[in-house]
């Protein structure tokens, strides 16, 4: 247990200042509040990819036996994630609709709503919108390069938060 885990400690720590009078207690204060700041956030849960990574990496198999029907989709990559992870994740989610919809009429692709994922995952990061572009302005790229893109930027967010 860490000094701040046993300084700051809720219950301890208002024990510790109803018993301390004057200097003691401004430095109980202080050594509590230097901990709290240097707590760093606990990542949320859903950006943890990993389910999602199988399931890109299920439809990079299928690509080459669908390259025939020359799919063009809006690809953001990992640069466009660095600066507007939401609105990247968006994109990834709306394009990786248009591709299971277009393959399955000539595949069987399981029915397993990436872009559900995407988008949930999408809202995992609190972003402004402001200055990001939108889809339809990131370079069209092949199925093949789009789901590649994907997946870097999915293992990249396992690097960061898992």
Do not use: H
């Not at 277009?102 to 397993?112: M, V």
């Not at 809202?123 to 990001?132: G, H, L, R």
């Amino acid at each position: 247990m860490s000094l701040c885990e046993t300084q700051c400690d809720t219950d301890d720590a208002i024990v510790a200042l109803a018993m301390l009078r004057g200097r003691p207690a401004l430095e109980v204060v202080f050594l509590c509040f230097v901990c709290v700041l240097s707590l760093k956030p606990q990542p949320d849960a859903r950006i943890c990819s990993r389910d999602i990574i199988l399931r890109v990496e299920f439809l990079i198999k299928k690509a080459p036996n669908l390259k025939w029907l020359n799919s063009r989709l809006y690809t953001p990559n990992l640069t466009d994630y660095q600066k507007c992870p939401s609105s990247t994740f968006k994109c990834f989610a709306a394009e990786i609709k248009v591709l299971t919809d277009e393959w399955k009429t000539f595949d069987s692709i399981p029915k397993f709503k990436l872009n559900i994922l995407l988008g949930e995952l999408a809202t995992s990061f609190n972003q402004t919108e402001s200055e990001c572009r939108q889809c339809e302005l990131f370079k069209e790229q092949n199925a093949e390069k789009f789901l590649k893109d994907l997946l870097s930027t999915l293992q990249f967010i396992n690097e960061q938060y898992c």
